[in-house]
């Protein structure tokens, strides 16, 4: 499993945007299928972003045409560029590696958007 440490959470307010990073351990980066989850307090874990070994990607409908997802093979990091940012983005963002159908997660940033 492929070691995951996200980074650039914080407070910011309704409008304004954040990029969350994600750096993973290891040399098979490359390889893994990427992906940003978040879980918003009361409510289950939803994907808003992936990104193939490829380089593909695929946004939940809620985040479409406000945040960009994408990765750095050289630096084995995956990013999450959040624009017009609103009070219901407001969730804990994970990191997600998948390789061979194995899962591993990191532990997880805060944003929280203030109206």
């Known amino acids: 499993q492929v070691q995951l440490v996200e980074s650039g959470g914080g407070l910011v307010q309704a409008g304004g945007s954040l990029r969350l990073s994600c750096a993973a351990s290891g040399s098979m980066f490359r390889f893994y299928a990427m992906g940003w989850y978040r879980q918003a307090p009361g409510k289950q874990r939803e994907l808003v972003a992936g990104?193939?070994?490829?380089?593909?990607?695929n946004y939940a409908d809620s985040v479409k045409g406000r945040f960009t997802v994408s990765r750095d093979n050289a630096k084995s990091t995956v990013y999450l560029q959040m624009n017009s940012l609103r009070p219901e983005d407001t969730a804990v963002y994970y990191c997600?590696?998948?390789?061979?159908?194995?899962?591993?997660w990191g532990k997880g940033t805060l944003v929280t958007v203030s109206s």
């Open positions: 997600n590696g998948n390789y061979r159908a194995i899962d591993s």
């Open positions: 990104i193939t070994s490829a380089g593909s990607t």
